[in-house]
């Protein structure tokens, strides 16, 4: 199975999925809900993006940047029952330079995810340093975004069958490009695995049109729903992947910390490098790094998964 089979619908962003409809005071609810083709689950990237978009609407002073998020996933949000994912918001924090907010999303009143979420007005300080980028692949050279693509009373013959149903009726949709995917069985041990991605130009356009996000806020929120599904399944690369002896992985938590907010910028190329350190006792640890196309670190993620298998499991370490 070559990366192409496994990103498959993440080639696709709806507006309508990083939409939410606010329904009382500190309160927001889902639009439409994305289950990827290799999962029966809602995709946690996009309930990663949703809780950062929650917090954010409730912190009244645009100078405060978002700086972390602490995200536990606690059960699988379902896109296939009809009932959205609930946001509350409690503010935990409010100070001059920092402010706190606590996210608590729950469906059909299940606890689905608990989140911290921290921001800070930036200020200038004396030390700086950053690990550099890995020169390990060469940026794509600039060409023409992929146009994007209407579908029409859910149905584009153009679109993967999974996109076509998960996404909201009469909705546009962004393509994301990647280049560099590696065919999974190249990659060995625990070397870390680089690729770029980028919201393609037209695409981009469609997603400022079509949400309520303010656009520098909506690159945040983009950059938010990217980052899980290739960071969770770095721990699986160093043994054999695709294996039919696997039978659970789900993600347990996410966090990402944001260098540098204000430079993040998804309509252009941005290099993703991801690695797992280490797994054991049913449990891995992946972690990544996202550079902006001049080398500036924009992001660091960490996740920690849960990974079951059968006894006919076989590992390649």
Known sequence: MSLQDVIGGFKYLAACALQLERVGEGAFRSVSLWTPSASKVAYGGQLVAHSAEAAYRTVDDPTMEIISLQLKFLSAG???????????????HNSRSFCSR??????????????????????????????????????????????????KDGRCLALPKQVREAVC???????????????LTTIHGTEPWDWWLRVEPEGWALLQKDTDIPERRLHIIVA???????????????????????????????T????????????EWFLYEVFSPWAAQGRGLSEGRIYGPDGTLWMSTVQQTLMRTGNDYKSRL
């Open 169 to 183: 009726r009469e909705a546009e949709v962004a393509s994301v490009g990647y280049a560099n995917l590696m065919n």
């Open 102 to 151: 606590m996210v608590l999303a729950e469906q059909e009143e299940r606890n689905i995810l608990s989140a911290l979420v921290s921001f800070h007005r930036r200020e200038r300080g004396c030390f700086e340093h950053q690990i550099c980028q890995p020169r390990r692949l060469t940026k794509p050279a600039p060409a023409e975004g992929a146009p994007y693509s209407r579908l």
């Open 256 to 267: 990402i910390y944001f260098h540098h907010p204000d430079r993040i910028r998804v309509e």
């Open 78 to 92: 379902k896109s296939d029952c009809g009932s959205p994912v609930v946001y509350t918001v409690k503010s935990l």
């Open 224 to 254: 938010c729903w990217l980052s899980d599904f290739a960071v969770a399944i770095a721990s699986l690369f160093p043994h054999t992947f695709p294996n039919s002896g696997l039978r659970q992985f789900v993600s347990l938590d996410h």
